[in-house]
């Protein structure tokens, strides 16, 4: 076998021998069923486990980790996760939390191709199209940390336009939805946006919202519905 | 057997007579395969039938339709028809063709909720969201159809930010992207985009080259990274 | 413009000339909505147009084509197409159509690699292991064949097994569920499953009820779990 | 702001407190990138966070969860996870480990609806079914234990049998898949597959290989080719 495969097994039994020294009812005590309060929606990224940076104990976090914490509206698998822990669990806080340096933001802010991962990454390029004007000037580490904030900022938003959330606001008025940044170079999280449980938050991180969008003026051409719109 | 059922069978048999009955090797002509020049995306709407509505022959069009004709960046089932049509059949033009009357559209635009269906429409809400400064003031009839119009653009846009597109244009400087938009009460399809294969056609119907993005000043609190971007 | 694209469009001209020159009325009968009755699940090959080969009108069948006509369960984009048909629009029948000489299914029998479309043709791969013994002594084509119509009752139980056909099918007794296959070589379409409306329709086309598993004992190892069940 | 997320967040205070009183350069050796060797696809559940029953470090695991960690083909969130963690990062390994006590493999063992997440726990129901006649006579508790080290088995097969898997196999005999459980009650983990790195691996645990499926006849009826087959 593999001796990193075997460490991991042995680890494994250290960790539970470490557990039941302190503990004997450790495992017993959770084997019944799981009552986390918070849904995390990560990056996969190995460098951010979301436990040990927030000092949880199994049990208190259900997790969710994908390239770059995209909260796409189409993803079976990200809205199963949300809706099971959103409607069966009653988790009452969602994290999204992204993070500086992440690969998939600094993929997307590249012209190179990766593959199929590039079909899951547009989403970050129509961010970066969309608040353009606001990164074009910064230097590279800048704006790659500017887009790591508000692609964070975008999938509090993306769940917050969900009906599984909605709903779940009209009936109990939660969860809260919280965007998170950690920084790989200093260990700490830092909040991007408020603590958000209703339409009023949502407004206030929204970017149709924040901004203000003039459609400029085309000469006419053939393609008339489009020139009299653009 | 269902009236209706049989009724499709019968016509069936008298469609093939029809055929046979005009040219003996209709069928075995086709049998050996495909050899069409155009991929239609279009929407499940029962009026509108690709082939009717541009008089083609079996053989000529290979077909996607879903709700609301969208191109969803992350959606398997689009990519693999996408895929299979440009890089295996070497289609020489994708159209995507919406129509008035949409009730994908309708439904983005109305407030209700359908279910499963909202994940799949929340695009369109984006769309509508980004240009509600030009559709705010229209009736509702109007906005509708603005916003099937800007719907087939933006997906259209989204079709040409695809690595499938984008190799083939590399490649081969094919297939040709067009926008199109039907007429349920006229019958006639109208253009909404140029034909496009390449990124200088992609940056016309832009809708973040096309527009002009100010983010408002917002006073300052503790989100600071937020504050200081939007 | 392409000369092509100018044919489709002078093509459409044409054809409402045509049906207006037989009803005045034509288009305004069915620019109020539509009321279609059945849905069709078919293949983007461009060989299978539905409306043609069941000469049915605008109006009559709601539609979804993609690659080999496949249900996938966890399908955003087909998922809401049956949701939207069987919920709002409230069809009676879906026809889920497959195809000899179907390239998809082509594709999955063999072990070129086609990209990203491999990973949509996985679960035809499937179908093909579990009736392996039923095909390995046909000769190629009618091995082709019988895939094509095994696919299709696979689809056909797929949607049997969604929430949203078997919440209809408590509360309205319908819609009646059809598996088809078309020849392009004839022309003609036959029915391969019965029409289902109940679990004891899925069970008579299932392929677990149809077939006895015999699991095969294994020697024992160290996976133990595995052994034993294996 | 909420008590909980302000216990987190000074948590994660004290931890970064902890990891600098031990080495000043903790987060500056791990800031420039990451090399993971293992991509982790497990269970959403909050009691089995990968790192910790591991006791691994930030840096050693890329993690991957969702609900009954399942490998969906046609899921272009886990894929995109698969592909930039094997042709990107080159990770050695690829462990899905399941758990005693899933709620995913529990509710499709059920017949209650859940909703959305339905549609994502029907591939286990196809697991359960083509085992019925091994798990049939278990009591529940050991029909849901057995059901969920057959599911991590097939998710171990779904992964070998994709692409991206395939092909990094050709090129460099990498990486290793293993199928692993982990007891919630004792806090352990068990192999359930053998580490496998080629076609003769995934061949070991092949349902269709490992089977001997015998087609039972059925009288015959008006659906020759369903007949004729089954």
Known sequence: MSQLIQQLLDNNREWVQEKLAV?????????????????WIGCSDSRVPPDQLTKTNPGEIFVHRNIANLVVQTDMNMLSVLQYSVEVLKVEHVIVCGHYGCGGVRAALGTH????????????KDTINFYWELVKDLDETAREKRIVELNVVEQVYNLGKTN???NAWQSTGKPFLHGWVYDVKTGLVTEHTPAIHDDAGIDQICKYAASQINLKVRPANQYTSVDSLL
């Open 164 to 166: 599984i959330i909605r």
């Open 113 to 124: 191709q990766y593959g199929l991962i590039d079909n899951w990454l547009r989403q970050i």
């Open 23 to 39: 503990d004997q009812d450790y495992f017993n005590r959770t084997a019944d069923g799981q009552h986390p309060k918070i849904l």
